[in-house]
C-alpha cells in the first residue's frame, strides 16, 4: 500500500503547479483552469485522508467542492464571455478599470 | 491467479470483437436497409468473382480496402497532434463502455463461476455515464484541429448538444435505478428476472415506460444520427466536425458512430428490456406461470441467454437504422428546446413520481 | 506502489503542460488528461463513487465549458511571455513545493500507514447515508448555490434579456 505522505505529496506539487499558472497565464481562460487544477489538488487530499482515516467524510466534502468547482467554473466563463464582448481581450492586464 | 486473468481477458476480447464485428455489420445493414427504405437496390457495385453476396462484398470488403488506401489527409495549418487524437478519442469510449453490459449469467465450467460479463463494478452504471460523457471530446477536438469554420460549427454544435442531452439521459435513468435500488448491471438484469403478479417479467419498460421513451431519445441524440444530425449537418455545414477528415482516421469516426449504436442498444436492453433474460427462463430450465417445466442443460441455458441478449441487441440497432432513414431532421433551435424543455422537465417529473410510488408502496406493506 | 508513480509522474507532467502550452485549447486537453490520472488516483483510494464522477462532472461537463467557451471566442493571438511574472510564478511554486515537503518530512513514517478499511468503502450506499444523513444542511446549500450559480450565468451570458 502506498503510504499516505505520497499521495500528500503529489498533491501538494499539483496545487503549486496550478498556483503557478494563476501568477504565470496571462489568459483568463487558462487562469481559471489552473483553479480548477488546483481545486483538484485538494480533492486528491481530502480523498487521500478519508482513505486513511477511514471515514467518509472526506469524500463527501470533495462532492461540495466539486459542486462548488461546476458553479465557479460557471460563472467565471459567463463573465469572461461579457468581459470579451465588450474588450476583446482575454488578459486580465487588460481589465483595470472597473466601469464597461 | 493466472487462469483468473486469462478468463479476463478471454471475455474482453471476446465482446470487444463482438461490438466491432457487430459495428462492421451496421454498415451493411444501412446501407442496404437505407436502400429497402428508399426502393433502391443499394451497394451492389464490388463483387469477387461475379459474387456480390448481397452488398456484403461491397460494404465489408471493398469499403474498408478503399478507406485506408486514401490518403491521409491533414489540413496544413490545423494542429497535427490533436487532428490525429481525434478520432482515437471518439472511438474509445464507446468500445470501452461495453466492459461492465453483462451479456449473460453464469457460466459453470466445473467448480468454477464465470460471471458473463467483462468488469463487475459496483458502481457501473456511473461508470457507462463517464465514459460516454468522454465521447464528446472527439468531435470538439477534431473539429478545432481542423481549422476550418464548418468544422469548428459542428464541434460548437456538438458540444452543446451532447452535453444538453447527457442530462436529460442521466435523470431519466435515475428512475430504473430508484426502481432496482442498484448501480450494478448485473444485478438490474437480474432483478429483472422476477415475475410481477407470477406472470409478466419486471421489465424496465413495464416499471418505467416514460423513463425509457426519455432515454431512446436522449440516446439517439447522444449518437448524433439523423433526427439529431447537427453537429454533421450535411445539408447546411458541409459535413461538420469530420470535414477535414478522411481515410483511415474517417473510418474511425465511422466505426464509433456505429460502435456507439452499439453499446447504446446494450445499454437500452440491459436496462429496460431485461438484458440477457428470456421470460419464464431460469437457470434450470423454463418454468412457465402455468405450471409447466422444462428442464434444460446448464450450457444450452446460457447459450439462450447470449443468444437472447444478441438478438435485443441487434433489434435496437435496426432501430436506430429505421429512424435515421425515416425521419426528418430538426432545426438546431428545435434540439435545444426539446433537450431542454421537454426532456429535462419530464425526467424530473419521473423521478418524483417514481419517488413518491415507492415510497407508497414501501408503507402500505 | 508502481501504479501510483507512472500516474503520479503523469499527471504532473500533464499538469505542466496546462501551465507552459500557450495555446489553450492544448491546455485544456492537458487538464482533462490530468483530471482523469486523479480520477484514476481515487480509484486506488477506495473512492470509485467519486472518482468516476469526477470523469463525469470535471472531464465530462466542466472541461467541455472550457473548450465551447475558447472556441466560440477563439482567441486568435496567442499570449506573450512576461518574463516578471513568469519569474515570480514559478518561485513562487516552488517554494510552495519545498515548503510543502519540509513539513511532510516532519511527520513521522508509522504516522502515514493507511489502515484497512470496512467492506463496501466508498460504495454509493455509504456515501449516500453519509451524505444524507450527517450532510443534509450542506447538500441543500450545494442545491441553492447551483442555482444561483445557473440564474447567474444566465444573465451574464445572455445579450439582452
Known sequence: MVPLHYYLFLSAILFAIGAAGVVIRRNLIVVLMSIELMLNAVNLTFIAFARALGSMEGQVIVFFVMTVAAAEAVIGLAIIISVFRHRQTLDPQEMLLLRW | MIVELGIVAAKALLV???VLNLAGVMGWVERKGSALIQDRIGANRASVLGFAGLGLVNTLLADPIKFLMKEDFIPPRGDRLLHTLAPCL???PAL????VIPFGDVLMVGEREINLQVANINVGILYIFAMAS??????????WASNNKFSLLGGVRGSAQMISYEVAMGLSVIGV???YGTLEPQQIVRSQGELLGGWLPAWGILLQPLAFVLFFTAAVAETKRIPFDLPEGESEIVAGFHTEYSGGKFLMFFAGEF?????SAGLMTTLFFGGWQVPYLVRDGFHFPWGTIWLLPHLAVVLLQVGMFTLKVVFFCWLFVLLRWTLPRFRYDQVMRLGWKMLLPLALLNVMVTGVVIVVLHNGS | MILFFILAALSVIFSLAVVFQRNPVHSAMAL???LFLV???????DAPMVGFLQILVYAGAIMILFLFVIMLLNPEALERRRVFWWGLGSTAALVLIVEMAALLSAIPAREGRIAAVAEGFGSPEMLGRTLFRDFVLPFEIASVLLLVAIVGAVVLAKREL
Open chain 2, 177 to 179: 435505478l430508484m426502481v
Open chain 3, 39 to 45: 480520477a484514476v488516483l481515487f480509484l486506488t483510494l
Open chain 3, 32 to 34: 482533462v488528461a490530468t
Open chain 2, 16 to 18: 470487444i470483437f463482438m
Open chain 2, 96 to 99: 470501452v463502455t461495453f466492459a
Open chain 2, 259 to 263: 460502435a456507439e449504436m452499439v453499446t
Open chain 2, 134 to 143: 468522454l465521447s464528446v471530446y472527439g468531435i470538439v477536438i477534431g473539429a
Open chain 2, 90 to 92: 471518439a472511438l474509445f
